[in-house]
């Protein structure tokens, strides 16, 4: 199995910065795209920013400028630096990767729990 574990949610002020963080581990043979998705109370479920293993990225409109991910091959890790933070912000932020588990030849979807990102005005 393959585990993604997220740290670094918060309760911050409109104008402020949060950085999450999501390590990958388990029986990982290769980790492919790493990303973060966000979903809003009553909305659905919507793409922030992704990275390939190659450290191409890719940003949601509404977050461009403004978020930036990074990723750490060498420790399984991807992180997202939030600045200039919004009320609209406000969300559960969930860690997605696709990975292939060692012994296995399938490129499966991962999640993680959540955290919980809160941006008061």
């Known amino acids: 199995q393959v585990r993604l574990v997220e740290s670094g949610g918060g309760l911050v002020q409109a104008g402020g910065s949060l950085r999450l963080s999501c390590a990958a581990s388990?029986?990982?043979?290769?980790?492919?795209?790493m990303g973060w998705h966000r979903q809003a109370p009553g909305k659905q479920r919507e793409l922030v920013a992704t990275?390939?293993?190659?450290?191409?990225?890719n940003y949601a409109d509404s977050v461009k400028g403004r978020f930036t991910i990074t990723r750490d091959n060498a420790n399984n890790t991807v992180y997202l630096q939030m600045n200039s933070l919004k009320p609209e912000d406000t969300a559960i932020y969930y860690c997605?990767?696709?990975?292939?588990?060692?012994?296995?030849?399938?490129?499966?979807?991962?999640w993680g729990q959540g955290a919980q990102v809160t941006v008061s005005s």
């Open positions: 388990g029986s990982i043979f290769k980790l492919y795209d």
């Open positions: 990275v390939t293993s190659g450290g191409s990225t």
């Open positions: 997605r990767s696709r990975a292939i588990r060692a012994g296995f030849q399938l490129l499966e979807d991962y």
